[in-house]
């Protein structure tokens, strides 16, 4: 999948600083671009157009004045011109100014936008704590995040589930007739909902979701639901031709029902179809007592019913009636 080149832009005079810190890059991704700023004015300016293609932003606050040279400004500065900007990205404060680096913190947190700080501590903080909290915001992290983080993850995941399959209105939220949202605009609407979500956080659970639910668009600026909609959209998936037979995970519970009326999409838009039993064991088992029935798909499809195969390999259909399900004895 193409992404967006990641870029870290900077806020910081430092020259020796500096030099630790392309270090530190350098150890956790050789072609990972950095651009600096050592005056607030200038990357006020500048810095706009690559927000985009920014995947993370650090910031000092202190910026001393070379002789013979106007103000160079502070990182408070840059903080509230960030704040009022709609493209949100993950932010490190690493100045050792603590009552400014809270103002940073506020202006961001007024926001929505994520932040982070890292006291300038010790001889060793650049390559210690700071490349903690970048390898980590970049996805590296080598360091098991617990059971703490996968729960936030999973709540994500069905957060994400909500406004991108079912009601994207409940944070504002638009999604095109593909079903394309644009990233910027979720990240935006989602912490301005009181979602605490960033780039990295948002790649990380499309990254990680077991069944592959989202995926970002070719450029990585849109993001949709892989398939499960219960808004109208059209994921403009071509007809495939299934294998002989398919797998539906269900609830014991439900087997009366579908015996009767067949399986049917219910508030989605079509049913879904899984390649293999054990798939769909695991799918029933969300839902109770697991069931497995047998889908005759070949036979449907030469009866003139259309299949078609999501990006995250879930068969769909319309609807499967029962003359075609084979029940367990």
């Known amino acids: 999948m193409k992404r967006c080149k990641p870029m870290l832009l900077m806020l910081e005079d430092d020259a020796e600083r500096l030099v630790r810190f392309q270090a530190v890059l350098r150890t956790l991704n050789p072609q990972f671009p950095l651009r600096v700023w050592r005056d607030a004015h200038a990357m006020i300016r500048e810095a706009g157009p690559l927000l985009?293609?920014?995947?993370?932003?650090?910031?000092?606050?202190?910026l001393v004045p070379k002789p013979d040279e106007a103000d160079p400004g502070d990182g408070y500065m840059v903080a509230q011109w960030l704040a009022a900007q709609p493209v949100v990205r993950p932010v490190i404060v690493h100045s050792?100014?603590?009552?400014?680096?809270?103002?940073?913190?506020?202006?961001?947190?007024?926001?929505g936008w994520s932040h982070h700080r890292?006291?300038?501590?010790g001889d060793d903080w650049i390559e210690v704590d700071w490349k903690r909290v970048v390898r980590?915001?970049?996805?590296?992290?080598?360091?098991?995040?617990?059971?703490?983080?996968?729960?936030?993850l999973v709540k994500l995941s069905k957060f994400l589930s909500l406004v991108l399959r079912h009601k994207p209105?409940?944070?504002?939220?638009?999604?095109?007739?593909?079903?394309?949202?644009d990233v910027d605009n979720l990240l935006r609407l989602a912490n301005a909902a009181g979602r605490r979500i960033d780039w990295a956080l948002l790649e990380q659970v499309v990254a990680?979701?077991?069944?592959?639910?989202?995926?970002?668009?070719?450029?990585?600026?849109?993001?949709?639901?892989?398939?499960?909609?219960?808004?109208?959209?059209d994921l403009a998936l071509a007809p495939a031709?299934?294998?002989?037979v398919l797998f539906h995970g269900t609830a014991t519970r439900f087997l009366e029902s579908i015996r009767a009326t067949g399986l049917n999409s219910g508030s989605r838009q079509h049913v879904?179809?899984?390649?293999?039993?054990?798939?769909?064991?695991?799918?029933?088992?969300?839902?109770?007592?697991?069931?497995?029935?047998?889908?005759?798909?070949?036979?449907?499809?030469?009866a003139g019913h259309r299949f078609y195969l999501s990006a995250n390999g879930v068969w769909l259909t319309g609807e499967v009636p029962t003359v075609y399900i084979e029940f367990p004895v």
């Open 52 to 62: 985009p293609s920014a995947t993370l932003i650090s910031l000092d606050h202190d």
């Open 96 to 111: 050792s100014n603590r009552e400014r680096s809270t103002w940073m913190a506020g202006a961001f947190d007024l926001a």
């Open 118 to 121: 890292v006291a300038p501590l």
């Open 136 to 152: 980590r915001l970049l996805g590296k992290s080598r360091v098991p995040e617990g059971k703490r983080m996968a729960t936030d």
């Open 169 to 181: 209105e409940e944070i504002g939220l638009t999604l095109d007739a593909n079903g394309w949202a």
């Open 208 to 233: 990680e979701s077991d069944k592959k639910r989202f995926a970002f668009s070719d450029d990585g600026l849109r993001i949709r639901a892989s398939q499960g909609h219960s808004v109208e959209v």
């Open 241 to 244: 031709v299934p294998p002989e």
């Open 272 to 302: 879904h179809l899984s390649l293999d039993a054990d798939t769909a064991a695991k799918v029933g088992a969300r839902h109770g007592k697991p069931s497995i029935l047998t889908v005759r798909s070949r036979d449907m499809a030469a």
